[in-house]
């Protein structure tokens, strides 16, 4: 997971970063340790995909809502990680995720839904509005010592 979380996190977004600021943001959110606890964490579900000659090419992470919302619903639930890597998205993968988490967070009796997606992401905010998501927010995201700003998407 480490090494897949890095790679469609490094293929979305590497460009944005100064090589130091990935490489602190992978090291800390990205490695086998910060892996380990989003694995072992009961309040999390993880779906991976894996290709026919059993390469893993997409995720997805969901559970309780961590976003900085004001007031936020002791219920709230979160697709916290979807990625798929770019080779593989006219397969129509990240749906197929997308409904196993909606679903996981619907029986763990979480809602309302939250979402995070960088506000320059147009593409990841479409799909997400397809889904029922809307702007509820903002934030600063912090890759390294860069922020980006990130919006928050409710459903």
Known sequence: MAELGGATFVET???LYPPEDLQNFLKNSHSVEAWSRTLADPQRAIWVVEHRNGR??????VGACKL?????EATAGE???LY???EFHNLK???QLMSLGL???ASQGRAPLYIGVWSENYGAQRFYGRYGFNKCGEYGFKVGKT???EFILKR
Not at 56 to 61: D, Y
Request: charge should be negative; aromatic fraction near 10%.
């Open 13 to 15: 977004f590497g460009h």
């Open 147 to 149: 922020i980006d700003r």
């Open 79 to 81: 697709i916290q990680q």
């Open 93 to 95: 993968l990240g749906g």
């Open 68 to 72: 900085p919302v004001e007031q936020l």
């Open 56 to 61: 893993k090419i997409g995720f997805l992470v």
């Open 103 to 105: 679903d996981w967070l």
């Open 84 to 86: 798929v890597l770019s």
